[in-house]
């Protein structure tokens, strides 16, 4: 088994490549020169300007900080690395709406030549409309976490860099994907009903829990590539898959449902509009279906209320299973286990 590198080595250690520098780079200068060019911007809601901000920066830092290097040989942080990648930082820049000060932020040859003609083609258009389909990108969404934890993948990545940049780039193209569907600021009929997008979101939550109990629980190791790559703190391969399964599944889920949260504003935000539109019109009968927005909001309310305290009583047993977890031995042979990283090294590396 390989040596733990230095801790303090780890630390300072920062991947300032160009596949990460460039796009970040180039995301800050065109939304910045957008501002520049419509300063009325500016002035429209700060937070989504810091939302982006943070948005690109959460998935920055996650790929080029100390982080990166700690997810490598510890699964519980690559857990966490996966939850900004894939929620966190697709939720913040979605959530930021950046569309119309990206496009005015391009050079306008780039508008006129490039951007003009590919969006006239109406391919672009219908691929992305394909991919943002609610139950396309839910699905792309939570394959994103089930293909890259099945253990040969998942240890095939660890071991080889080309197949971890891949996990990467899918995890970030479906989180935005996704969350762009969710947070899209048109209503219906040319957004998604402000119902669906609550049913996505349930959906996703759902899906984290199975798979995070299943690795917080599971007796047997299901990923030795961090022994081989040199797991840290001399933690146990069961101690830290126990720990990486609870973040896949409660972190995660609290996230979702902040964006559960945001949604409902939303939908309140645009049922209040359509209220003030129904007096501004002054109809000498009210509308039959006049009460139906405040029933619609009491009803969203109580369905996030509702999974509000479902989560808290799931977090709540899986922190008291987990921990009780943590202190168990480890229920399989050390030899064995040992016999399956050096095989795993030696078909990966060969």
């Known amino acids: 088994m390989p040596r733990a590198p230095d801790l303090q080595m780890l630390l300072s250690r920062w991947d300032l490549t160009p596949d990460i520098l460039v796009p970040v780079a180039l995301a800050f200068a065109i939304y910045a020169n957008g501002l520049v060019r419509r300063p009325g911007m500016l002035e429209d809601r700060l937070w989504r300007h810091a939302a982006f901000f943070w948005g690109v920066m959460a998935v920055f830092l996650s790929l080029a900080s100390p982080l990166d290097a700690f997810a490598d040989r510890l699964f519980f942080m690559h857990q966490v690395q996966h939850m900004l990648i894939r929620v966190l930082g697709p939720m913040l820049i979605a959530l930021s709406q950046p569309q119309a000060v990206l496009i005015a932020g391009l050079p306008s040859w780039v508008r006129r030549k490039a951007l003009g ?74 957004g998604t009903r402000f119902g669906l997008r609550l049913m996505m979101l349930w959906v996703a939550v759902l899906a984290n829990i199975p798979l995070g109990v299943f690795t917080s629980f599971e007796t047997h190791e299901l990923y030795p590539a961090y022994d081989v790559a040199g797991r840290l703190f001399h933690m146990s391969a069961m101690d830290d898959e126990r720990l990486g399964g609870f973040i896949m599944w409660a972190p995660s889920s609290m996230m979702m449902l902040l964006a559960v949260l945001v949604v409902i504003h939303s939908w309140a935000g645009h049922e209040e509009k359509l209220d003030d539109r129904r007096i501004a019109s002054a109809s000498p009968a009210p509308a039959p279906v006049a009460a139906s927005p405040s029933k619609n909001r009491a009803l969203a309310f109580g369905l996030a209320a509702f999974a509000a305290c479902v989560l808290a009583a799931t977090l709540a047993i899986g922190l008291l299973a987990v921990h009780g977890q943590m202190g168990s031995p480890d229920r399989h042979l050390a030899g064995s286990r040992l016999d399956s990283r050096f095989r795993l090294a030696v078909s990966v590396r060969h």
């Open 117 to 190: 003609p590919l969006l006239a083609s109406g391919a672009p258009g219908a691929i992305f409309g394909f991919l943002t389909h609610p139950v396309v990108a839910t699905v792309l969404f939570i394959a994103s976490l089930y293909l890259w934890q099945w253990p040969r993948l998942h240890n095939l990545a660890i071991l080889n860099e080309g197949v971890h940049y891949v996990m990467h780039v899918t995890m970030l193209a479906a989180g935005l994907l996704f969350f762009w569907r969710v947070f899209d600021q048109r209503p219906a009929p040319k």
